[in-house]
Nanobody, 125 residues
Framework: VQLVESGGGLAQAGGSLRLSCKTS????????IGWFRQDPGKEREFVAA????????YYADSVKGRFTISRANAKDTVFLQTNSLKPEDTAVYYC???????????????????WGQGTQVTVSS
């Protein structure tokens, strides 16, 4: 099983980045996918999640209206479009997979089965 994040980097406040999470080794459309982020010294926090079909999406209040999660099941890939970035969005961003269909998603990191290695997002003021 692999989840590989990409698309991170340095952005100015107000800018945008598009993060990707390419997966392999499991049946992608049997899983909800979540994005979490973690700054050094802080707990990993929920950012967004999408259910197996893409029909249900969920966001943390801190990113609602700025970030958009989507998935391409034919490509086993999930995207996180980040707009209007703020310095407080600086963190390592991780994608994770949680087995389950329907509207099942997870909001806690311990609900997820598989994790990627993360991609750094740094937003300068």
């Amino acid at each position: 099983v692999q989840l590989v994040e990409s698309g991170g980097g340095l952005a100015q406040a107000g800018g945008s980045l598009r993060l990707s999470c390419k997966t392999s080794g499991f049946t992608f459309d049997d899983y909800a996918i979540g994005w979490f982020r973690q700054d050094p010294g802080k707990e990993r926090e929920f950012v967004a999640a999408i259910n197996w079909s893409g029909g249900m999406t969920y966001y943390a209040d801190s990113v609602k209206g700025r970030f958009t999660i989507s998935r391409a099941n034919a490509k086993d890939t999930v995207f996180l479009q980040t707009n209007s970035l703020k310095p407080e969005d600086t963190a390592v961003y991780y994608c994770a997979a949680k087995r389950g269909r329907g509207i099942v998603v997870g909001f806690r990191s311990d609900e997820y089965d598989y994790w990627g290695q993360g991609t750094q997002v740094t937003v300068s003021s």
